[in-house]
T-cell receptor
Framework: DQQVKQNSPSLSVQEGRISILNCDYTNSMFDYFLWYKKYPAEGPTFLISISSIKDKNEDGRFTVFLNKSAKHLSLHIVPSQPGDSAVYFCAAIGGGGADGLTFGKGTHLIIQP | KAGVTQTPRYLIKTRGQQVTLSCSPI?????VSWYQQTPGQGLQFLFE???????NKGNFPGRFSGRQFSNSRSEMNVSTLELGDSALYLCASSPSGTSGPLGTDTQYFGPGTRLTVL
């Protein structure tokens, strides 16, 4: 049973526009959420995170929103740039990290010129 | 600071063989976690080592094992390889592997080892 779901396998956005990547989770024990970005032939790279005690975290062009009641988080990238084209993974952790990071299956973001 | 390194980058084995993968964490990081990535299952947690002890373990059979050395370097071993073990194996390091609502040590990933089982 998938505890972290990214329902959009791919997303295409025009350069300069906003990219919104979504993620849903089912496990109420998750207390920290992270977004990773992955280029082909490389390992995932940490992008931004948010604690369950917050509802928003911002870092430059990247903002993550958390809606605990809906068990939903989203990553906003504004403005989108060609270098943002990659696979984005949503990850969650809880229970002191006993089960490691639980990842979604990723969303392939394509930024079109 | 050098990143997480994994060796080898690519490996081809046959069913029934065993394999050992190596991971060198970022200097100063004491927690090393291993993940398996497959197209069907995505990224799944294998286990985590801290101070030479396995601290956490995912839902994988006993054929998957690991160890950590005093310099925090870690190895992962898979015995009696099966076709389904073909995957990208990723190693991640963090300073202490602590996690909670007030903060989580960020895990930094290596490039992975691509294992193909024929």
């Amino acid at each position: 049973d998938q505890q972290v779901k990214q329902n959009s396998p791919s997303l295409s956005v025009q350069e300069g526009r906003i990219s919104i990547l979504n993620c849903d989770y089912t496990n109420s024990m998750f207390d920290y959420f992270l977004w990773y970005k992955k280029y082909p032939a490389e390992g995932p790279t940490f992008l931004i995170s948010i604690s369950s005690i917050k509802d928003k975290n911002e870092d430059g062009r990247f903002t993550v929103f958390l809606n605990k009641s809906a068990k939903h988080l989203s990553l906003h990238i504004v403005p989108s740039q060609p270098g943002d084209s990659a696979v984005y993974f949503c990850a969650a952790i809880g229970g002191g990290g006993a089960d490691g990071l639980t990842f979604g299956k990723g969303t392939h973001l394509i930024i079109q010129p | 600071k050098a990143g997480v390194t994994q060796t080898p980058r690519y490996l081809i084995k046959t069913r029934g063989q065993q394999v050992t993968l190596s991971c060198s964490p970022i200097s100063g990081h004491r927690s090393v976690s291993w993940y398996q990535q497959t197209p069907g299952q995505g990224l799944q947690f294998l286990f985590e080592y801290f101070s030479e002890t396995q601290r956490n373990k995912g839902n994988f059979p006993g054929r998957f094992s690991g160890r950590q050395f005093s310099n925090s370097r870690s190895e992962m071993n898979v015995s009696t390889l099966e076709l389904g073990d073909s995957a990208l194996y990723l190693c991640a390091s963090s300073p202490s592997g602590t996690s909670g609502p007030l903060g989580t040590d960020t895990q930094y990933f290596g490039p992975g080892t691509r294992l193909t089982v024929l």
